[in-house]
């Protein structure tokens, strides 16, 4: 039994555990996952279920062997398939006598202010009163700009929003596996960095048959989750006794550790949901005041500002070789920070010839972007 496992899985309240469209087209693996998840709820786990699989239930309806690629076909496929997962899902449910409901998500939900925080509302309360969220991408009406890309993303996402401390991924692999020379390794147990070359290892593992998501689009998934300051465990889902071993805390799939602290809901939002509508670049001496000291965006190190936006809109904090440093609120408009760019905050007085801050983005409203290896 591995201890750092066992204690995560005694610490976290909330766990998202998202599972595959390949895992999901095997019916045998549907009973599983919900007597798994039946588990995770008996030990007081908060449970929230992200899953795959309408367009592949949909394929297998119709009995297609290869996705279609044009949007209307899928739109189709994922609105025959949705009807059929969901039915499945709530037939197991009830025979662990718990209820489950259904939320379908399109980017716009989560970057949306008001609609985020109904979505976070609306999972609160059905876990408040013992029904298991089951979260699927409204493929049937998503389009290219409304997509979160794949499923292990929108895991990510909402794991980050509800404040989960463990993500579980179900996969068709062990974990993330070393790669020599094209050739798959030994399962990499433990992930406190993610590196170039695990990166390069995990490219080529997509199955587009099926599904769009592979080894890839879990790293990235490891990412958001740790920045956040959570884990992010990728199991093999094929397995019958997966979730019940990690529930024991064994040594199974990829475990991905969180290197920074928990970030506060304010900071979450700014991170990973709000838009930016803008730009300020800033030179070396602010751009190192506001990743290494802690301190505001002063208009004295703004260099330049790009993009058109309003006070109180989110703007990313470039520095000199053009890498995103912080997102922040902007305590002025495009037009008025352009005008105080470079100046000392005495001389705002003078330039806008009115009161106003004397930050352009005040360190409250700030989050840095938390980077790693590439």
């Known amino acids: 039994m591995n201890t750092e496992r066992k204690q995560i899985i005694n610490n976290c309240k909330r766990v998202v555990i998202k599972v595959g469209t390949r895992l999901l ?4 693996r549907i009973p599983v996952l919900i007597s798994g998840i039946s588990k995770f709820r008996e030990k007081g786990h908060r449970v929230i279920l992200v899953s795959s699989g309408a367009v592949g239930i949909g394929m297998k309806e119709l009995g297609l062997k290869k996705r279609p690629s044009k949007l209307a076909e899928i739109q189709a496929l994922a609105a025959i398939g949705q009807n059929k997962l969901m039915s499945i899902y709530d037939d197991q449910c009830r025979k662990h006598n718990f209820k489950s409901a ?14 985020h925080l109904n979505v976070l509302n ?25 997509k979160f890309g794949d ?43 993610i590196s170039a070359k695990m990166r390069k290892a995990a490219e080529g593992t997509d199955n ?38 990690i529930l024991s805390g064994e040594d199974v799939g990829t475990l991905f550790v969180p290197n920074a602290n928990k970030m506060q809901a304010r900071e979450r939002w700014l991170h990973f949901f709000a838009k930016s509508t803008g730009h300020l670049i800033v030179d070396d001496g602010a751009a190192n005041a506001v990743c290494s000291s802690g301190s505001s965006l002063l208009p004295a190190g703004v260099k330049g500002v790009d993009g058109k936006f309003k006070r109180g809109d989110t703007v990313e904090i470039i520095d ?9 609120l902007s305590n002025f408009d495009s037009a008025d920070a352009a005008a105080i760019a470079g100046k000392q905050s005495n001389e705002i007085f003078q330039i806008l010839q009115r009161d106003s801050d004397d930050v352009i983005v005040h360190r409250n409203n700030l989050t840095l972007v938390r980077s790693e290896a590439l």
């Open 25 to 28: 087209t095997d019916e045998h």
């Open 102 to 115: 259904q939320l379908l998500l399109t980017t716009a939900d989560l970057h949306s202010r008001e609609r």
């Open 122 to 146: 609306c999972i609160n309360s059905l876990l408040e009163n013992d029904i298991l969220p089951i979260v699927n991408e409204n493929d049937s009406v998503s389009v290219d700009e409304l």
């Open 151 to 193: 499923n292990d993303g929108l895991a990510a996402l909402l794991a980050t929003m509800t404040h989960a401390e463990l993500t579980v991924v179900l996969t068709t692999e062990s974990g993330l596996r070393e790669k020599d020379n094209g050739v798959l390794g030994e399962r990499i147990s433990l992930v406190k960095q």
């Open 208 to 245: 587009t048959e099926f599904s769009i998501g592979g080894m890839a689009s879990k790293l990235n998934a490891a990412k958001i989750v740790n920045s956040a300051g959570e884990y992010l465990w990728i199991a093999d889902g094929r397995e019958d006794d997966t979730i019940d071993k």
């Open 320 to 328: 000199s070789k053009a890498n995103i440093i912080a997102r922040g």
